[in-house]
């Protein structure tokens, strides 16, 4: 894989994130450091779906934190509603902050157990002195029947007071208490039941035609994220492989890393051939990434040209891009 | 065939401040001698409580558990703590969901690994680690050597749970208990795990009881399937069987929220509405009858008694889909 490159970048007036060669380093022992997010771009239009999938270590959690500046990033820039994020002053930055709001993969601890939920779906309204109390009690409402709870109930509970998903619905209301263009949505069902995966998916896409949000969904799951995405962007080692259609990469997947992904996910029927594991291994260490294509080390297809040259991303079918020297 | 695990009638209750808390109400499994059984079923639907209840790791005046467990001919289900301990490593072991917290953060791979073949096999130090580099070796991890001066800290999540699978198969038990072994790791990582799995219960003749959340995960690596709702089996037959013909709208249902590839991409997902039923308060009839979309008057009267077919399929419900067998 993985590759570098801007081929499948749509500039348009509808755009509203852009993220060019973002590069987040972290420090690694021995005073090395550690590329985690290398070069990678992409872009958002006004009303999409895209989903970030990729096997633990490949980047994409510190990606989705690296857009929201929550973490320091190394180089790069993002454009969040044609404004540079990475340039932009801390206070300034802060003014933008209700437009770009995070649900994380872990909903009970991403909530203050002390609280009442209704306290914790108001706190980002009190914070930005949005209202009244009572026109801030009245959104709460609002926003805890949006996400499927019943707010007479649920009000004056705790966290724990609650199931899993039930806290997810939670995380999900305070997200969207001030109403922002993005969310980023970073394994929202991974610690969820099967079960209950599917009321969060479904409630995701209500609230995103409800609110008329653009969401990113970061995910290791390709079966999860076929159903919510509009495009789907597969990393691996902090580098872009292939950037498609749901259908598309599912039906036609040209890079050997999406293959076994696809491959990886259980078919719920016993009486379809047994396949072995379609990937071997795990990914190499990134302080010390392999030369030219990341993935060549697990890849079925790899030759000396993958070690010597790292793919650019290349348009092999009308919005269909792959970063591989040997596209399948 | 003889079982080498067979638990009849078991019930396992909590006392809470808000009364009895039932998470088991009284079920039957048999897990045939080198068998795989997958025990399927929702958060709540007690069954991690069934299988600790089974090994009796369950302690404390607080449990009430009854009825007979009976693994390899000996009854165990009336043992305490201590004296069903003689049938773990050699017997029986268990696997769980979270290999970071299965393993002592501050001990080497080795002197974790060799514990158990020291203690139960009674094997000398050198022997021992001879014998764990073979076990790491034969979980399929990369350098068995140089993993076992590591610390569990040093190890992926994938590489924790196969350290947590050579630790349990040591001492080559007849029966594993794996719950949940696969659902906090990445899918190319699940695939690899489960397939491990199947192949160390073939080369050992090892029986295996598979809990999981994911009928996907069950259906290629399972001989039989029991599914549980609110402490109670709902389902239970021949895994091919139960794929082929599922009685329990329960088992549709969960069955059908299965992401799946081939599924269209924007629409809605066919999901389960509502939640378990309070297991402090359980209501007269059908546990999933508030749930489920075929319900009829009659489901929210009584609790259907499990059918068993001709066949061997067993399923609880007035009204299954495509008919009684």
């Known amino acids: ?328 | 065939m003889n079982s080498i695990l067979s638990i009849k009638n078991l019930e396992v209750g909590f006392d809470t401040p808000r009364g009895l808390l039932q998470a088991v109400r009284g079920v039957d499994v048999e897990v045939p001698g080198a068998s795989s059984m997958g025990i399927v079923g929702e958060s709540g639907s007690g069954k991690t409580v069934m299988c600790r209840a089974a090994m009796g790791l369950l302690r404390g005046s607080n449990v009430r558990r009854s009825g007979s467990v009976v693994f390899d001919g000996d009854e165990i289900g009336s043992l305490d703590s201590a004296d069903v301990r003689q049938y773990f490593g050699t017997g029986m072991a268990m696997i769980f969901q979270d290999p970071m917290t299965a393993l002592n953060p501050v001990r080497r791979i080795g002197s974790q690994l060799a514990e158990s073949l020291v203690i139960r096999l009674g094997m000398n130090k050198k022997d021992a680690r001879a014998r764990a580099a073979e076990l790491l070796g034969l979980v399929r991890i990369p350098d068995p050597e140089a993993t076992l001066r590591k610390f569990p800290g040093q190890l992926s999540g994938g590489m924790r749970q196969r350290v947590v699978i050579a630790t349990a198969i040591a001492c080559k038990p007849k029966l594993l208990f794996a719950d949940e072994p696969t659902t906090a790791l990445d899918v190319t990582v699940q695939a690899q795990i489960l397939e491990l799995l199947s192949d160390l219960r073939r080369d050992l003749d090892m029986a295996m009881m598979l809990v999981t959340h994911d009928l996907g995960v069950v259906a290629n690596h399972t001989d039989y399937v029991t599914v549980l709702y609110a402490g109670l089996v709902v389902e239970q037959a021949p895994t091919r069987k139960l794929f082929a013909s599922m009685k329990m709208p329960y088992t549709e249902a969960l069955l059908k929220s299965i992401p799946r590839l081939d599924q269209p991409s924007g629409g809605r997902m066919p999901m389960i509405g509502g939640r378990l039923p309070d297991p402090t308060n359980p209501e007269p009839g059908c546990p999933f009858a508030p749930r489920c979309p075929y319900v009829q008057d009659r489901c929210r009267k009584e609790v259907p008694p499990l059918t068993v077919a001709p066949d061997g399929h067993a399923y609880r419900c007035f009204y299954p889909i495509g008919g009684n067998a």
């Open chain 1, 1 to 328: 894989m993985a590759g570098s490159g801007k081929a499948h970048m749509r500039p348009s007036a509808d755009t509203i994130l852009s993220v060019e060669d973002l590069t987040v380093e972290f420090k690694a022992a021995g005073g090395s450091s550690v590329k985690a997010v290398s070069g990678i771009s992409f872009d958002l239009v006004r009303g999409e779906t895209l989903a970030v999938v990729g096997e633990s270590g490949c980047g994409k959690s510190t990606l989705g934190k690296a857009i929201l500046r929550l973490i320091p990033t190394s180089g790069g820039s993002v454009r969040f509603d044609d404004r540079d994020l990475l340039a932009m002053p801390e206070n300034e930055l802060r003014q933008m902050r209700p437009a770009m709001q995070m649900i994380f993969q872990d909903p009970v601890s991403s909530l203050d157990p002390r609280f009442s939920v209704a306290r914790l779906v108001e706190e980002p309204l009190a914070i930005w002195e949005r209202g009244t109390p009572e026109e801030r009690s009245k959104r709460v409402d609002e926003l805890l029947e949006a996400v499927g709870l019943d707010a007479q109930i649920v009000r004056e509970r705790k966290p724990y007071e609650f199931s899993g998903g039930q806290c997810q619905r939670i995380s999900i209301a305070r997200s969207l208490a001030l109403e922002p263009l993005l969310l980023i949505c970073d394994e929202p069902v991974s610690a969820l039941d099967v079960s209950i995966q599917a009321q969060i998916l479904n409630l995701l896409q209500d609230m995103k035609e409800r609110y008329g949000l653009t969401l990113v969904f970061i995910s290791h799951d390709l079966a999860v994220v076929k159903a919510v995405s509009t495009r789907i962007m597969v990393m691996y080692l902090g580098k872009v492989c292939e950037v498609a259609g749901p259908d598309t990469l599912y039906t036609s997947p040209r890079h050997h890393y999406t293959h076994a992904l696809v491959g990886s996910v259980p078919l719920p029927d016993p009486s379809a051939p047994r396949a072995r594991a379609a990937i071997q291994g795990e990914p190499p260490s990134p302080v010390d990434p392999p030369s030219g294509c990341r993935f060549r080390t697990r890849c079925p297809a790899a030759t000396d040209k993958c070690a010597a040259e790292e793919p650019q991303l290349a348009e092999v079918a009308p919005g269909h891009f792959v970063a591989c020297h040997h596209p399948r």
